[in-house]
Nanobody
Framework: QVQLVESGGGSVQSGGSLRLSCAASGYRVSPNCMGWFRHAPGKEREGVAIINRYGTTLAADSVKGRFTISKDDAKNTLYLQMNSLKPEDTAMYYC??????????????????WGQGTQVTVSS
């Protein structure tokens, strides 16, 4: 049974930083695609950043230059380093993975496994 567990969310002031982690378990090999998505009240779920099994990344325009996605295959962990946070980054952040999807894309409905989410709140 594959499982994703996020951690690292919290409350910060505008301009602050947070690092989210997503621990993956149950995978025999690293998924082809992993990513971070977010959902704010009253808004549609949004793709934040994705990374493929070779380490190639893609980030949404709204976070480019501020957020960095990375992974440590030895630790089976996905990360999202978030710098220069803004109030509009406030959302529930979810880790997602798909073992077979190729190529990877920043579309939530393509991902089959999801974590429970971690809340990020940025105050002005």
């Amino acid at each position: 049974q594959v499982q994703l567990v996020e951690s690292g969310g919290g409350s910060v002031q505008s301009g602050g930083s947070l690092r989210l982690s997503c621990a993956a378990s149950g995978y025999r090999v690293s998924p082809n695609c992993m990513g971070w998505f977010r959902h704010a009240p009253g808004k549609e779920r949004e793709g934040v950043a994705i990374i493929n099994r070779y380490g190639t990344t893609l980030a949404a325009d709204s976070v480019k230059g501020r957020f960095t996605i990375s992974k440590d295959d030895a630790k089976n962990t996905l990360y999202l380093q978030m710098n220069s946070l803004k109030p509009e980054d406030t959302a529930m952040y979810y880790c997602a993975a798909d073992s077979y999807r190729w190529p990877c894309a920043l579309k939530a409905d393509l991902y089959t496994t999801w974590g429970q989410g971690t809340q990020v709140t940025v105050s002005s």
